[in-house]
């Protein structure tokens, strides 16, 4: 249409008339504001946090006082190709879920679990995952070739030198957690201790999910040459997550940001993993 004003020498309505155009489409010059710095940090953050999607991308961006509507994020997010492709996961057991009430406070209830990895020579490790279900700070990331119920028993004891005892702990029914130590362990300190049933992972649900994002965002990331080198990613890794983490089951904030606000402000404002 624009060479047909300039060589035909048609008026601007004669020409928008040939191709039934309205005039005022034709003039119309877009307000939208330069999006080239938002789409930069985005890639930027995205480059830094491979495993977050857009909702969480978004949340660091709110942080930093770039504010994007949801529709907005996603059409950028989309258009720079951020997109993280899933990784298959194992099969899990089917089943309905039996419903678990919240814990109201801090310590009130933790959750066990193993997740195992191996080093770049192949040499399998283990990890003792502990996490906090009203917080979802993870407490701590044991990592050795072996961890038994009496290595389980101290760790536990560990944590409780300066958070104190909680009143349950969830866990499977792995033979290092239905041991003599352990049992002894939860008989002395009169702690509860809530065995799920077999072949139902998601009736421990706060521990698989975070075991997911470890999995994920950490060991999948990463190749280890040696022990002391896991251990020293894995719990770098573990402050990030506890300190830098937005969580959408905690209205956006990291878990040391929900676990240090004022007792009066900590409810889950009606929001689940």
């Not at 999607?53 to 770039?66: H, M, P, Q, W």
């Not at 239905?178 to 362990?185: C, G, N």
């Not at 990030?240 to 959408?248: I, K, L």
Request: aromatic share 8%.
């Amino acid at each position: 249409m624009s060479c047909a004003i300039r060589e035909k020498s048609y008026s601007q309505r004669r020409a928008c008339a040939l191709v039934d155009l309205e005039p005022k489409t034709f003039r119309y010059t877009s307000t939208r504001r330069d999006e080239g710095p938002i789409r930069s940090r985005l890639r930027e953050l995205a480059a830094q946090r491979r495993r977050f999607g857009y909702r969480r991308l978004g949340l660091l961006l709110g942080r930093e006082g770039i504010m994007l509507n949801h529709k907005k994020l996603y059409r950028l997010y989309r258009e720079e190709r951020l997109m993280v492709r899933k990784r298959g996961g194992r099969k899990r057991a089917l089943g309905t879920r039996a419903p678990m009430a919240l814990p109201q406070g801090p310590n009130q209830r933790w959750s066990l679990d193993f997740v195992s990895d191996a080093l770049a020579n192949s040499r399998r490790f283990r990890i003792l995952a502990v996490v906090d279900d009203f917080t979802r700070e993870c407490l701590t990331l044991v990592v050795d070739n072996s961890l038994s119920g009496s290595r389980v028993v101290r760790e536990l004891d560990r944590l409780a030198e300066f958070r104190g005892h909680p009143c349950m702990i969830v866990s499977d029914n792995g033979t290092e957690l239905t041991s003599h130590a352990i049992l002894k362990w939860q008989e002395d300190r009169h702690v509860e201790w809530h065995y799920i049933a077999p072949g139902k992972p998601m009736q421990n649900g706060f521990v698989e999910s975070f075991n997911g994002r470890l999995r994920d965002e950490c060991l999948n990331e990463h190749l280890f040459s040696n022990l002391p080198e896991a251990r020293r990613i894995i719990e770098d890794w573990r402050i990030d997550y506890n300190t830098a983490h937005p969580h959408t089951s905690l209205g956006g904030l990291t878990p040391t940001e929900f676990a240090t606000r004022p007792a009066q402000g900590q409810n889950m404002n009606g929001f689940y993993s």
